[in-house]
């Protein structure tokens, strides 16, 4: 089994700073992209910013300049660092991980349980 084990979200005030962190743990062969996504009430989820295991970085336009995203392969953790946060970037953020198991030819897509941005003065 897979879990992927999000934290850091919160309520902070606009122009502050948050760093969420995801750790992914289980029967692990190998972790290829790992990312974030957000879904705002009434939005789609939509990606904020996506890093391959080689340490490319993609980032939505929206977040571009503000956002950083980071992972520690020995430890199986990818981070997103947010800086300069807007009311607009309140959301529920989830982690994604593109993760091959143990004993498997095939490469799965896991989510996280999602954690809450508030950006509110």
């Known amino acids: 089994q897979v879990q992927l084990v999000e934290s850091g979200g919160g309520l902070v005030q606009p122009g502050g700073s948050l760093r969420l962190s995801c750790a992914a743990s289980g029967s692990i062969f190998r972790i290829y992209s790992m990312g974030w996504y957000r879904q705002a009430p009434g939005n789609q989820r939509e990606l904020v910013a996506v890093i391959t295991s080689g340490g490319s970085t993609n980032y939505a336009d929206s977040v571009k300049g503000r956002f950083t995203i980071s992972r520690d392969n020995a430890s199986n953790t990818v981070y997103l660092q947010m800086n300069s946060l807007k009311p607009e970037d309140t959301a529920v953020y989830y982690c994604?991980?593109?993760?091959?198991?143990?004993?498997?030819?095939?490469?799965?897509?896991?989510w996280g349980q999602g954690t809450q941005v508030t950006v509110s003065s």
């Open positions: 994604n991980a593109d993760i091959q198991k143990y004993g498997s030819s095939w490469r799965h897509g896991y």
